[in-house]
């Protein structure tokens, strides 16, 4: 048991490069992911994996088109990120009045047991 836990700890600590290089790509694919599910592309789409990647992939295109594109690629990844600054502002707003409110409910709980 005490060994299990200490490959355990060591495994958590270890400083390779590589074990440092392939837990950050593990987060940023995780984090993607999120982005993916956060977009309700999940549900949308029903979890057809193969409809979101042709989805991602028609996004590719439209900013690799220089040429042919209705809208500039820099000018719509601008929009986009727009829209996406508006929706993680909103989101930390929410959380934001959740911890507020839970703040005061637990000061009026410790009042009502004075």
């Known amino acids: 048991m005490m060994r299990v836990r200490l490959e355990r700890a060591r495994t958590r600590?270890?400083?390779?490069?590589?074990?440092?290089?392939r837990r950050a790509r593990t987060r940023q694919l995780?984090?993607?992911?999120?982005l993916?599910?956060?977009?309700?592309?999940?549900?949308?789409?029903?979890?057809?994996?193969?409809?979101?990647l042709g989805a991602l992939l028609s996004l590719t295109d439209q900013l690799q088109d220089h040429g042919q594109a209705e809208e500039d690629p820099g000018s719509l990844k601008?929009?986009?990120?727009?829209?996406?600054?508006?929706?993680?502002?909103?989101?930390?707003?929410?959380a934001e009045a959740v911890a507020t409110d839970m703040r005061q409910e637990g000061q009026t709980a410790m009042e009502d047991i004075r």
């Open 78 to 94: 601008t929009r986009w990120r727009r829209r996406g600054l508006r929706v993680f502002g909103a989101d930390k707003e929410a």
């Open 13 to 21: 600590d270890d400083s390779r490069q590589w074990v440092q290089d």
């Open 30 to 34: 995780i984090e993607l992911g999120g």
């Open 36 to 52: 993916v599910q956060k977009a309700g592309l999940v549900e949308l789409l029903e979890d057809d994996r193969a409809t979101m």
